[in-house]
């Protein structure tokens, strides 16, 4: 069975600072693909960043990178010079294996929120 | 339309109504997927299509939770003899054809039900 853990349920930061969103993940797979996803309040679901579990270098689309420790099973967003509009549910997810076939798995979420 | 569409944004039900949501995936999109989110939860799967073929429903909560799509585009979920417990956001999500080298599912801003 596959399984995503967030443990933090709400979070707060500082408008510029750096901001990370723990992910840890439980799999018998060999090969996955892991996933974050913002939702703001509007409700849909944004996608953020992919890390492949073959992929030997983390994983960076813009403010957003992914911090990947295969060995602890950890997949942990980090953030950078946060903005207000940075303000929003944020999901971890993962799919079984490299297909889009496959269903996406999500965790609980974070809820962040940006302080000016 | 260049997302993923779905209809209609809000419902509310009465108990034991039975009620359809819709899905218009991305254009040519094979792969289409139906989740339900619980307020301040993640997502959960409820089933997945692949063109007209629904190879996974193991999400689906009961037998009261139908979906179908018939032409291998739209689908729709259909929930009968709604109860308090269905109410919940339905998140629809659709991915290119398997093999095209996008991971990623692209989501609708889903339908919230709510059942009075």
């Known amino acids: 069975a596959q399984k995503i853990t967030q443990t933090q349920p709400g979070m707060f930061v500082q408008e510029k600072e750096a901001v990370t969103l723990d992910c840890t993940y439980d799999?018998?797979?060999?090969?996955?693909?892991l996933f974050w996803y913002k939702q703001p309040s509007s409700g849909e679901m944004i996608f953020l960043i992919y890390?492949?579990?073959?992929?030997?270098q983390n994983a960076t689309e813009g403010r957003y990178s992914l911090n990947f420790q295969k060995a602890r099973k950890s997949a942990n967003l980090v953030i950078s010079a946060s903005q207000l509009g940075d303000s929003a549910m944020y999901f971890c997810?993962?799919?079984?294996?490299?297909?889009?076939?496959?269903?996406?798995?999500f965790g609980s979420g974070t809820r962040l929120s940006i302080r000016p | 339309g260049a997302g993923v569409s779905q209809s209609p944004r809000y419902k509310v039900a009465k108990r034991g109504q039975d009620v359809a949501l819709r899905c218009d995936p991305i254009?040519?999109?094979?792969?289409l997927f139906w989740y339900q989110q619980a307020l301040g939860q993640g997502p959960e799967f409820l089933t997945y299509?692949?063109?007209?073929?629904?190879?996974?429903k193991s999400g689906l909560p009961s037998d009261r939770f139908f979906a179908e799509r018939p032409e291998g585009s739209v689908s729709t979920l259909k929930i009968q003899r709604t109860q308090q417990e269905d109410s919940a956001v339905y998140l629809c999500?659709?991915?290119?054809?398997?093999?095209?080298?996008?991971?990623?599912?692209?989501f609708g801003q889903g339908t919230r039900l709510t059942v009075v």
């Open positions: 997810a993962m799919r079984g294996r490299y297909s889009s076939a496959s269903k996406i798995i």
């Open positions: 254009s040519g999109h094979v792969s």
């Open positions: 799999t018998s797979d060999q090969s996955y693909g």
């Open positions: 890390q492949g579990s073959y992929d030997e």
């Open positions: 299509f692949q063109n007209e073929a629904q190879l996974d």
């Open positions: 999500a659709s991915n290119p054809s398997p093999g095209t080298g996008s991971t990623e599912a692209f």
